[in-house]
């Protein structure tokens, strides 16, 4: 989601994330008629080792139940979820698909807010 725009304390992040997406799509175009696609994935919140360490820091132990408690989808991303991307980006069923950034962002869709919906709040 950075890649689109961010809070302005992680400018440069998102910066990065969306220059990123465009040399994704550029060298996409020049690599195209040469057989060779370029791909990427833009990845949201994952729970990774380093993560973890970083979150039960700051903010306690039960950090990844509120988390995944907070995503419209259920849970924020696993690893094993961005190598089942890659995996297809990898295959034969991707085969047509090349300057294609895929979103990862289940904490997150376009259009949507990343709230729960809370019908006791009438939200």
């Known amino acids: 989601v950075a ?5 302005p304390f992680i400018m440069a992040y ?7 997406a465009a040399m994704t799509k550029n060298n996409a175009a020049e690599l195209a008629p040469k057989g060779i696609r370029v ?3 833009n990845m949201g919140w994952c729970l990774t080792e380093n993560e973890d ?3 039960r820091k700051n903010s306690g132990d039960d950090w ?10 259920g849970r924020i991303l ?19 698909m090349t300057g294609s ?4 962002h289940p904490e997150y869709s376009d259009g949507m807010l990343s709230l729960v919906a809370d019908e006791d709040e009438g939200r």
């Open 3 to 7: 890649a689109l725009g961010g809070a």
């Open 14 to 20: 998102s910066a990065s994330k969306a220059a990123l």
């Open 39 to 41: 791909n990427g994935v």
């Open 53 to 55: 360490k970083l979150q």
């Open 64 to 73: 990844a139940i509120k988390a995944d408690a907070g995503v419209p989808i």
């Open 78 to 96: 696993r690893p094993e979820d961005v190598a089942a991307t890659v995996g297809f980006l990898l295959s034969d069923a991707s085969a047509m």
């Open 101 to 104: 950034v895929l979103s990862l």
